[in-house]
């Protein structure tokens, strides 16, 4: 419930005391505002309680408190709270008459209490009323999926009326009802199909509230649907307007109707998006919210260490290659992978993205086997047919190391980096595990690493051609020993200041100083890639 006058005056706080109105305690406060205008109500919206100190009033004149409160009560104002010990020690009595007149809960603010004292509690209570709304929201919606999931339509509309203290029903693309709960409400489906017709005249998404039959209650209409055309309708009825709490539910029941009542096709489709919005989710740092949308539908997939696998093909999209795998190497790894969770009982994301495809598995589950297996089967037949990875329909496959759904982010891009190794080094599949347990010296076999090696030393080969000195040599041997003249002077067999010379001879012909960690590193890493002996 949000706050309201009897919430504020019982907070031991705040010391309050009510001096008129005290059968209007009851009114929900919507804000608390201090104003010493002689005249506030061009700034109120409605539902505020007003903190003044009589500054700019004439307090003590009835005609004035009269016109005063008046008009407070006429812009929607639910009670005036006054500061004693201020101005006036004690509220004038011009200004209770007036209140006791007009019913404008009147109280009285000891001068202990600040007004932003009572700013703040109100805040507060509005903050926490949300909260809790918010939190029986998703509350609402984990019960829908359930209850979908378990029951069906029928059992999400149950759901849904005790959600809203009130019913729900289904209707199909003719209008006709499909389904009710409870089941007393089938009459006064019945009467509201005209109003579903008229709703599905217009593009999905559409909604309309209408009076209930005979004026029972109040009806919200929504359409269901992905296309121009709805194909169903929902409609909710209650005796009130729905809360916050309410609102979550009645719009999780439409996302979920949604998914239920869509063609076979329309539904596969509306599933990989609730997949998106959980992946975008995870890999936003976001995995409550992931959880939260993804309800039941994923099972215990994101409460525990899953892999993340990226795969790329040059046959075409993703989208299409789920729903042809035949011949395709994305459509035949998302087919291994999904047949083998569903087998093993296990839950699996499988997230379509343009050319690639991103699939979420339990670790060490039947999933992940199945990938690794049908890449071992590429692998081979690729070995066989003597394919490269550049072949038009080829399929390469980066494997994430086991994660949290926290980490999900850096799952991404192990992924990625894995699959990024795996093109390079015309692999089918590499493990990111397998990266980070070896050396970063086999990565230096990439062309364009060899090409910027061969770029940077050029100029000290092309020096030690004309016979005039081994720096090329010298400077392995002087980085080797991490510039420590004498050893590396005895490596090469010549003396210190022979080596000291040559070092300047480098410098001057790279244009760069030695004394630079970076350039040292770049030159060393330079020197493993034209001869990493």
């Not at 307007?241 to 489709?269: C, D, K, M, N, P």
Request: aromatic share 4%.
């Amino acid at each position: 419930m949000p706050p309201t006058l009897a919430s504020l005056v019982h907070h031991s706080a705040l010391k309050l005391t009510v001096r008129a109105g005290e059968d209007r305690l009851d009114v929900p406060v919507r804000w608390a505002h201090v104003s010493e205008l002689a005249d506030p109500v061009p700034y109120m919206e409605g539902g505020e309680l007003l903190l003044i100190t009589a500054l700019k009033l004439d307090a003590e004149d009835p005609e004035a408190m009269r016109r005063y409160v008046k008009r407070l009560v006429g812009a929607g104002v639910v009670g005036l709270g006054f500061a004693v010990g201020v101005n006036y020690e004690e509220i004038p009595k011009a200004l209770l008459d007036a209140a006791e007149e007009e019913r404008l809960p009147l109280l009285e603010v000891p001068r202990r209490t600040p007004f932003l004292a009572i700013s703040k509690a109100v805040s507060a209570a509005i903050a926490a009323d949300q909260y809790r709304a918010v939190t029986a929201g998703f509350a609402a919606q984990r019960e829908l999926t359930k209850q979908t999931l378990s029951a069906g339509p029928e059992g999400l509309l149950g759901a849904l009326a005790a959600q809203v203290d009130g019913w729900a029903a289904l209707y199909d693309a003719s209008g006709a009802v499909v389904a009710t709960a409870p089941e007393w409400a089938g009459r006064r489906a019945a009467r509201l199909t005209a109003d579903v017709e008229r709703l599905r005249e217009r593009p999905a998404p559409a909604s309309s509230v209408v009076g209930g039959p005979d004026n029972e209650d109040r009806v919200e209409l929504h359409s269901l649907g992905t296309g121009r055309r709805p194909r169903a309708a929902l409609a909710v009825g209650t005796a009130a307007a729905l809360g916050t709490a309410e609102r979550y539910a009645v719009h999780s029941a439409i996302a979920l109707l949604t998914l239920t009542t869509e063609r076979s096709r329309s539904l596969h489709a509306a599933e990989q998006r609730v997949g998106a919005a959980v992946l975008r989710m995870l890999l936003a740092g976001e995995p409550d919210h992931a959880r939260a949308v993804a309800g039941d539908l994923y099972g215990g997939l994101l409460d525990a260490p899953f892999r993340m696998i990226v795969a790329e093909s040059a046959s075409g999209p993703a989208a299409r290659a789920l729903t042809q795998a035949d011949g395709d190497p994305l459509g035949g790894i998302a087919e291994a992978v999904e047949s083998a969770a569903a087998r093993a009982g296990e839950a699996v994301l499988v997230v379509p993205e343009g050319e690639r495809l991103v699939v979420l598995a339990a670790d060490g589950g039947a999933a992940v086997a199945a990938c690794d297996q049908y890449a071992a089967e590429r692998e081979a037949g690729r070995a066989v047919s003597e394919q490269t990875a550049g072949d038009e329909d080829d399929l390469v496959v980066g494997l994430s190391a086991p994660v949290g759904p926290i980490a999900a982010a850096a799952a991404y891009k192990q992924a990625e980096q894995a699959l990024s190794v795996a093109r390079r080094r015309g692999r089918v599949l590499v493990e990111h595990e397998q990266l980070a347990a070896g050396s970063v010296l086999p990565l230096l076999a990439d062309d364009a690493v060899k090409a910027f090696a061969d770029g940077l030393l050029r100029a000290l080969h092309e020096h030690d051609a004309t016979g005039r000195g081994d720096l090329v040599a010298s400077l392995r041997a002087w980085l080797s020993r991490h510039g420590q003249w004498d050893a590396a002077a005895a490596d090469l067999g010549v003396h210190r200041h022979t080596l000291r010379y040559r070092m300047r001879r480098v410098e001057e012909i790279l244009g760069r100083s030695l004394d630079d960690p970076d350039v040292r590193m770049e030159l060393w890493l330079a020197l493993k890639a034209t001869s990493p002996e």
